[in-house]
């Protein structure tokens, strides 16, 4: 399953809210892209979070950054009972030792057992770096229990979008901008909301919108129309901005026509308001002149 619309991306800040243990799995195809991409994920939902099996190699790389992870496993012992069928089990636990009570129905030996050692079951996968989903498949299965099975989510297509922005701070402004986001089906249009302390905290300028908003086209499936409301980090005042985007050069050229601002590219942008609630009501009523 990828990330195909914003529907997708509301199930994953729903999952996310409501589950206890999160875990973070990579492909073989993994690398740096996906490791940076799994730490700004791990950032944005906390400590609940796990990255369960970045290689050593690729941890090594940005031990500079990051501190290794090594989460917690559990170990069992297994045992094929379609080959020894059992009746019961229990154990006890006394003087420090750990008994486990089998009733077979024929005699067991210690080679019917196996030792497996697993991560803790999740509640929540998220996937990164998976050209296929067998290998997906795969590793839940035999290392990274998953309570739900529909609670996987695969954002293996996110390693392009770390490409085109480079760095941990780019994909961390992404993420406030989708947290301050919704999708109006009415006008189709995609709003999000960037007050200055968002590129503050994240060490953005605000001339990354243009490549921020192509990058989410990428990898979303986007209405016609993006609307992003965003305060300068420079700016000594308050005041909001306005940068309307539309792959759709008609359309584009009616707002710009409606602005009496040129376009560039695909985007107009119009400045500036006292507060975002000013903006909305002005990039409102450009709308309705389309």
Do not use: C
Request: cysteine-free; aromatic content about 6%; overall charge negative.
């Amino acid at each position: 399953m990828e990330m195909k619309d914003m529907e997708h991306i509301l199930k994953i800040l729903t999952l996310a809210e409501t589950s206890e243990r999160i875990g973070i799995v990579l492909g073989p195809d993994a690398g740096d892209a996906e490791l940076l991409a799994a730490h700004a994920l791990k950032e944005r939902l906390g400590e609940k979070t796990s990255l369960l099996n970045a290689t050593d190699h690729l941890q090594d790389r940005w031990s500079h950054m990051f501190k290794k992870e090594r989460p917690r496993k559990e170990v069992a012992l297994a045992l094929d009972t379609s080959a020894h069928p059992v009746d019961e089990l229990r154990y006890e636990k006394e003087n420090g030792v750990l008994r486990i009570f089998l009733s077979p129905h024929n005699k067991l030996t210690k080679d019917a057992f196996t030792m497996e050692e697993r991560h803790l079951p999740s509640d929540m996968i998220i996937a990164l770096g998976f050209s296929n989903e067998e290998d997906l498949r795969r590793i839940i299965k035999t290392e990274a229990p998953l309570k739900n099975p529909d609670a996987v989510i695969n954002l293996s297509s996110i390693g392009a979008l770390a490409d085109n922005l480079w760095s941990l701070d780019s994909m961390k402004l992404l993420g406030r901008a989708l947290l301050r986001s919704y999708r109006e089906d009415d006008t189709n249009t995609f709003w999000a909301f960037l007050p200055k302390e968002d590129f503050q905290k994240t060490n953005q300028s605000d001339t990354i919108l243009p490549a921020l908003i192509r990058s989410m086209r990428r990898f979303m499936k986007l209405p016609l129309l993006v609307v992003v409301l965003w305060q300068s980090p420079k700016d000594t005042t308050k005041n909001v901005h306005i940068l309307l985007s539309s792959t759709d050069p008609h359309t584009l050229t009616k707002l710009a026509d409606a602005a009496e601002t040129p376009a560039k590219d695909d985007m107009i942008i119009v400045r500036s308001f006292e507060n975002f609630s000013e903006a909305e009501l002005e990039a409102r009523k450009l709308i309705k002149q389309i």
